[in-house]
């Protein structure tokens, strides 16, 4: 058995840019999902009216990894669509799961109605046992004092080379030592 599946989806680049850069630090293989239906206001419309369109079968059977580390943004403080399915459909054959996001929403406001805490709750009620652990990298941490709270500027920063170093780059080093101790 292999030890890491990576599975991600991410619409604007900043959780692929996280979940490529897990891949090469843990050798491990790297998978992106794919909805059925890609447009953002279409799949939150979705998620409203509790339906599901699914994601294409992945390559890879998770079945065959110690740990999956799954990796995506947090919407309108919901687990997004594509994520919520790749659980769905894969539960039975997931043996451990940790889940990361780079969201907008930043550590002070995690238990407001748009925090990522709610998506964490969300997967331990569905993993229970199997979800070991769930890391927030908000985009905030790459941000300058003054803006870190600026709606705006969260919205519009992506992860790069450029600015994934300092708070971000010791976060994603805790969450590395984790992935590999738990
Ligand atoms: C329509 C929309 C709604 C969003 N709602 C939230 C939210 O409720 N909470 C949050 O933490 N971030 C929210 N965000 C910010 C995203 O989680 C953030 O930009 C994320 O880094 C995007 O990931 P990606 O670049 O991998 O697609 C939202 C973004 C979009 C586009």
């Not at 994601?55 to 059977?61: D, E, G, S």
């Not at 799954?70 to 997931?94: C, E, S």
């Not at 043996?95 to 995690?110: I, N």
Request: hydrophobic fraction near 40%; charged fraction near 30%; glycine fraction near 6%.
């Amino acid at each position: 058995m292999k030890d890491f599946l990576i599975v991600f989806y991410s619409q604007t680049g900043s959780n692929r840019f996280l979940a490529e850069k897990l891949a090469q630090r843990l050798q491990a293989d790297l998978e992106m999902l794919q909805p059925r239906i890609k447009s953002i206001p279409v799949l939150l419309l979705l998620n409203k009216l509790g339906l599901n369109p699914g994601i294409r079968p992945l390559k890879q059977n998770p079945e065959d990894f110690k740990k999956i580390v799954l990796m995506g943004p947090v919407w309108m403080g919901q687990f997004v669509i594509p994520l919520k399915a790749f659980i769905k459909q894969y539960n039975d054959r997931i043996h451990r799961l940790y889940f990361a996001t780079c969201c907008g929403s930043y550590d002070e406001v995690k238990d407001d109605k748009f925090g990522y805490e709610h998506v964490f709750k969300k997967i331990k009620a569905l993993m229970g046992e199997k979800c070991v652990h769930c890391e927030a990298l908000p985009i905030a941490l790459v941000l300058p004092d003054e803006k870190k709270k600026d709606g705006e500027t969260i919205m519009n920063t992506r992860l790069t080379d450029q600015n994934f170093k300092g708070a971000i780059a010791e976060r994603f080093e805790e969450f590395v030592e984790k992935l590999k101790e738990t």
